[in-house]
């Protein structure tokens, strides 16, 4: 049976034109958030690793005492504080050593903080995101 062409429905036709254009836009829209997710997730883990390198440096602040025969490293507030600070100033960008505290004088902990920004401008993410990272670090000669 043959169907004859010509007596197609006017209704039937039609434009993919707004179609194509939504889902470019939903696309551009999809492009933009994953480029600020994965900006947002490298600053997080830049600060990570800042904190774990200001604890490193810190717990390296310690004065060297002798406990009976046994020599003891014990760390100095002072000077844990002075060198995580130090590898803090060092970092690209503005992040600040919220604290640099030991509770036994063996450990560290370091908490640093900082401000993200999005590199690309979308509707859909914030303006800014205030991220914080945290490390512990032992004191290697106790």
Same mark, same amino acid.
């Given at each position: 049976?043959?169907?004859?062409?010509?007596? !197609?429905?006017?209704?039937?036709?039609?434009?993919?034109? %707004?179609? !194509?254009?939504?889902? #470019?836009?939903?696309?551009?829209? !999809?492009?933009?958030?994953?480029?600020?997710?994965? $900006?947002?997730? *490298?600053?997080?883990?830049?600060?990570?690793? *800042?904190?774990? /390198? =200001?604890?490193?440096?810190? $717990?390296?602040?310690? $004065?060297?005492?002798?406990?009976?025969?046994? %020599?003891?490293?014990?760390?100095?507030?002072?000077?844990?504080?002075?060198? #995580?600070?130090?590898?803090?100033?060092?970092?690209?960008?503005? %992040?600040?050593?919220?604290?640099? /505290?030991?509770?036994?004088?063996?450990?560290?902990?370091?908490?640093? =903080?900082?401000?993200?920004?999005?590199?690309?401008?979308?509707?859909?993410?914030?303006?800014? !995101?205030?991220?914080?990272?945290?490390?512990? $670090?032992?004191?290697?000669?106790?």
């Amino acid at each position: 049976m043959r169907r004859d062409l010509s007596a !197609v429905d006017v209704d039937d036709e039609g434009s993919i034109l %707004p179609l !194509v254009l939504g889902y #470019a836009v939903l696309a551009i829209a !999809v492009i933009l958030v994953c480029v600020d997710a994965t $900006s947002l997730y *490298l600053a997080q883990k830049r600060l990570d690793a *800042l904190a774990d /390198a =200001a604890a490193l440096a810190a $717990s390296d602040g310690f $004065s060297l005492t002798i406990e009976g025969d046994e %020599p003891r490293a014990r760390l100095d507030e002072e000077r844990l504080r002075v060198q #995580a600070q130090a590898i803090v100033e060092a970092a690209p960008g503005d %992040p600040q050593l919220v604290a640099a /505290a030991s509770d036994d004088l063996v450990s560290v902990r370091v908490t640093v =903080a900082a401000a993200w920004h999005p590199p690309v401008l979308a509707p859909f993410v914030p303006d800014g !995101v205030s991220l914080r990272a945290s490390a512990t $670090s032992r004191n290697a000669l106790d």
